[in-house]
C-alpha cells in the first residue's frame, strides 16, 4: 500500500509543460519523455554517445584509446563483456560488502566523535574509498579527496583560450588532472605492475593502455562511482528525515525491503537526469499516433526524470514513493531508467544501492541522529544533475 501521496520529489528540476513522449526544441534537439520512447533510445543499435565533453574527446589522436564511456559498437561492447566480472552480484557481495561496513564505520565514528557532520563530506568519504577499491587506487598519496574535489568542483567553468575566465578554468583544469595523475594514478600503476590484482587497472594494464589512457578511465570511473553515489546517499537520507512513515518502515525492513526503498527513491530522484545520444541512422520511436521518425546526425536529449515518471511505465501516482512498485510490468528495472539503459547502462548500478543502503542503513540506528540543517541544492545542466551540499547531520 502507498502511504505518501503526492509529489515527493526534493529536487525541483526546470519545469516544462510539454509532456509529449517525443518533441522537438527550438534548437532541433528532439526531447524524450516517455518512458517506452526513451528506453528504445538507450537500447538502439543507430544511437552513440553525445554530451559528457564528447567533442573533447574526439579530438585526440585516434591512437589514443578512449575511456569506454565514450565508446561505441563492437568495441565497446568486448570492452563490457570483459569488465563485466567487476560489478557480478556475486562479486560485490564477496568482494566489497565487508568493506562498505567498514569503510561506513569509519565515516560514522566522525560523526559520534564530533556529534555533528555535514552529510556530503561523509558519504563521499564512504564513496572515494569503496570506487577506489574497484578501481585499483589503492596506492594513493595523502590527500585523494581534496583532489577529487578540485576535480569535480561544484561549480564549472568553461575552459577556452578567448577570455581571461576560460584560460583559467583551462589551465585549472590540466592542473587537477595532472595533481591526480601523480598522486593517484601514476602510484597505482606501479604498484600493480609490480603486484597484479583483480581489478580495473590490473585488466587496463594488461591490455596495454597507455598511463594517460588509465587516468583517462580512472576519472571516468571515479566520476561515476565517487560523485554520483555521493548525491544519492544525501538525497535519499534527505527522504529518509522528512518522511517518519518511510523511514521507519525503512529501519524495519530487510535488506530486499531496504534496497526497494532506495531503488524507488532513485526512480523519483535520478542522480543524472539527462542522457544524450546522436543518432547514425533513421531511428523510429512508438508514438500515440503511429511511429516517429528521428533523422541521421540527430541530437537527442533523454529527460530522464520524465521517463521515470511516465505513468504507462510505472503506474498510477508517479510522482508518490511506491517501493516495490512495478516498473514497466516488472521489477528488474525497479529505479527506471535512473542507470540508464542498453550499451551504457551503468555497471556498477549494484555496488552503488548496496553502498547507500550499508551507509544508511547504520546512520539511521544511531541514537538521536536527526538532520540539524536542510540542505541546499545546485545542479549541472550538461546532464540535468544535483547536487547536494548543507544537509547537516546531528546525534545531539
Known sequence: MNDHRGDARKIE???????????????????????????????????VQAGLGIETVEKLPARVRRPVLYRDGPEHREDRR?????????RVDEHYRGLMAEVAERQLAKLRAAGGAQLSELSFGMAIEVASAVIGLTSSRPGIRLRLERFFPEKFGKPGLTSVHGIYWLVR?????LRVYLADVRPAIRDHRRHPRDDLISHLISEGCTAAEILGECLTFAAAGMVTTREFICVAAWHLFTDETLLERYRAADEPGRLAILHEILRLEPVVGRLRRRTTAELDLPGADGPVTVPPGALIDVLVDAANTDPLAVG????????GRAVDGGSANAAALSFGDGPHRCPGAGIAILETDVFLSRLFALDGVRMAAHPRVSFNNDIGGYEIRGLRVSTV
Open 13 to 47: 528540476r526546470p519545469s516544462t509543460q510539454d509532456t509529449c513522449p517525443v518533441s522537438r526544441a527550438a534548437d532541433g534537439t528532439w526531447q524524450i519523455r516517455g518512458y517506452a520512447q526513451a528506453r528504445a533510445v538507450l537500447r538502439s543499435d543507430v544511437t
Open 82 to 90: 570483459q569488465t563485466a566480472k567487476f560489478f557480478t552480484p556475486r
Open 173 to 177: 583544469q590540466n592542473v587537477n588532472w
Open 316 to 323: 498510477a501516482e508517479p510522482l508518490s514513493v511506491c517501493p
